[in-house]
Structure formats: C-alpha cells, structure tokens
C-alpha cells in the first residue's frame, strides 16, 4: 500500500499506533475497486501456481537440423511429463536477435553466439565435411587443397543475415583459409542440400552430421578432411539478465550436454 501511495502521490490510509483507517481517496478507491479485490487475489494465486506448477510457451529460433537430431529427441521426453508445458520452434538460418523478436532462446555455433548471452552446449563437437556422390567424383578430380574448389560446382547456401553467398571456411596446422565457391545451386536453408548433393549437382559444405547416414553407406564421398578440424558444436543461447521460468529452466537442463 505504501508502494501505491508513492506511485499516485496521495495518501489512502491514515496510520496511527492503534488503528489504520482510510483517508476521503481511500474509501474512493475502495468503492471503485473494492468489488475486484477477490478477483485480483485469485489472479495472483494463479500466478503463483504458474510460478510453482511449470507451464506456458517457450520460443526457440534455429536450423531445422538441430530439431531432428537434438532438440525434439531431448524435449519430447520432458512435454509427456509436463503437458502444460509447450514449445514453438522458429526455424530460421538468419542471426535473429532474441530479445527483439522474443525469443526465449536460440540456437547456434557457440563462436556466433553475442558475448552477452549465456550459452550452453546442447551437443557434441563438431567437424566440417566436404562432399559429393560418387558419380561426380566419377567426372571430376578431387579437390586435393581448398582452393581447388574454385574449380568445381558447389552447392552454395545464402544466410539471409548476411545477404551473400556463404564463405566455406578451412583450417589445417593453424592455416586458415576462406573460399568463395560458385555452381548451379543456391539453398537458404541446408534442408536439401543433401539431397543435391546425392543427386551429384556437386560438392556441399556442412556439419558431417547432415551427411553421417550417406557418408556410412558409400552414397556421398568426404573430400578435404585434413582441412576440417573440429569445433565447439551447437549451443542454446538465452539473455544473461532474464529470469527464467519454470518451464524454460526445466528446458535448459533437459538440453544441456551432461558433463
């Protein structure tokens, strides 16, 4: 009450040693409120339940990949267990800033993530691989360095970020070396990049995971692979200064990497 009384600038009690009374604006107030005071509490009460009972929506911006393979693997376990608990992905492959867009949390190689998030490792490393079918290799000579690359078709992704086509990026003993590839086809998302690449329309650039069950049965051949060290993989990153609730708390620790 006295937080009210700073806010409005008027006394509403009149305080004494013995009693507490309503001043002329108490007593108004109360006439114009005093009817909402049980609904106001059952609301409150309700929030409190909110509080201590998880539940409500949490919102997720990232790839479509890491849906399959990471995050509805870990979170469908926690949904049966908490039905009032739920979850909207975003599948995005632009840099979304979160708390504009209101977001809870993203996605993202732990290197993109802003330096005042708090990101946690949902995965294992990772490495790069380089790929295409047997059939192109059939055509066309491996790539023996990066820069070979230049002269084979490559299957490009434009991140809608940055606007470009995406660098492909390599490394080997400390060296790192970026280069800008050229070919038949454009993706702004790696859903099909698979797919292209199978159908021998040239090299594709992506996590090997995107490419484990195709690499194990022989369909697509890895190239390059002394210059794809491994990195820091995939990480849930969320503001440093929100306080999380219930449901998005039960969230983190259902997709942080035990360690």
């Given at each position: 009450?006295?937080?009210?009384?700073?806010?409005?600038?008027?006394?509403?009690?009149?305080?004494?040693?013995?009693?507490?009374?309503?001043?002329?604006?108490?007593?108004?107030?109360?006439?114009?409120?005093?009817?909402?005071?049980?609904?106001?509490?059952?609301?409150?009460?309700?929030?409190?339940?909110?509080?201590?009972?998880?539940?409500?929506?949490?919102?997720?911006?990232?790839?479509?990949?890491?849906?399959?393979?990471?995050?509805?693997?870990?979170?469908?376990?926690?949904?049966?267990?908490?039905?009032?608990?739920?979850?909207?992905?975003?599948?995005?492959?632009?840099?979304?800033?979160?708390?504009?867009?209101?977001?809870?949390?993203?996605?993202?190689?732990?290197?993109?993530?802003?330096?005042?998030?708090?990101?946690?490792?949902?995965?294992?490393d990772l490495k790069m691989a380089a790929v295409a079918s047997p059939g192109y290799f059939a055509k066309n000579p491996k790539p023996k360095t990066p820069r070979d690359l230049v002269n084979h078709r490559c299957i490009n992704i434009r991140f809608p970020t940055y606007g470009g086509l995406d660098v492909w990026e390599f490394e080997r003993r400390g060296r790192k070396l970026k280069v800008r590839v050229d070919g038949q086809l454009i993706f702004n998302t790696t859903t099909h990049i698979a797919d292209a690449a199978l159908g021998g329309m040239g090299i594709a650039y992506l996590p090997e995971e995107e490419f484990s069950p195709y690499l194990e049965g022989g369909r697509l051949v890895r190239v390059l692979e002394d210059w794809c060290p491994p990195f820091s993989g995939y990480h849930l990153y969320y503001p440093s200064r929100r306080q999380p609730s219930p449901a998005f708390s039960l969230v983190v620790e259902a997709l942080r990497v035990a360690g």
């Open positions: 009450m006295s937080g009210l009384e700073s806010r409005l600038n008027i006394r509403l009690l009149t305080r004494t040693t013995r009693s507490v009374s309503p001043t002329a604006a108490g007593e108004r107030l109360v006439r114009a409120i005093g009817h909402r005071f049980d609904q106001i509490e059952e609301e409150l009460d309700a929030l409190t339940a909110l509080r201590e009972k998880p539940a409500g929506t949490v919102r997720i911006t990232c790839g479509d990949h890491i849906i399959r393979t990471t995050l509805l693997p870990k979170l469908m376990p926690l949904l049966h267990d908490y039905p009032d608990i739920k979850i909207e992905f975003d599948i995005n492959y632009g840099f979304r800033d979160i708390v504009a867009d209101r977001f809870d949390a993203g996605v993202r190689f732990s290197e993109t993530v802003d330096k005042d998030m708090i990101a946690i490792p949902i995965g294992p």
